[in-house]
């Protein structure tokens, strides 16, 4: 199992980014995808999560900012990022479980300019 994550870089604080990431095989084979988030000297953390049905649970230091959704016929999860802050600096990685196992794609850098 694979993924791809795309959609960082730099941004200013207050606008936005929208994170994608995109795994091997059907979006379906998944029952859950993360996005997690690991900023520089700090722990990797979970930010948002989502299952096959569509049930969603954030962090409760990102709600009401992020958005993480999936469109099935791009085969794509999808983290949206609004009014950015400083502290959102980091390298987001997207995360799954496939048969009892832990699959994470490279990370992709979110720096935020004050």
């Known amino acids: 199992v694979q993924l791809q994550a795309s959609g960082g870089g730099l941004a200013q604080a207050g606008g936005s980014l929208t994170l994608s990431c995109e795994p091997s095989?059907?979006?379906?084979?998944?029952?859950?995808m993360s996005w997690y988030r690991q900023a520089p000297g700090k722990e990797r953390g979970l930010v948002a999560t989502i299952t096959s049905g569509g049930a969603i649970n954030y962090a409760d230091s990102v709600k009401g900012r992020f958005t993480i959704s999936r469109e099935n016929a791009k085969n794509t999860v999808y983290l949206q990022i609004d009014s950015l802050k400083p502290e959102d600096t980091a390298v987001y990685y997207c995360?799954?479980?496939?048969?009892?196992?832990?699959?994470w794609g490279q990370g992709t850098q979110v720096t935020v300019s004050s």
């Open positions: 095989g059907s979006l379906y084979m998944y029952s859950l």
């Open positions: 995360n799954l479980i496939y048969r009892g196992s832990f699959y």
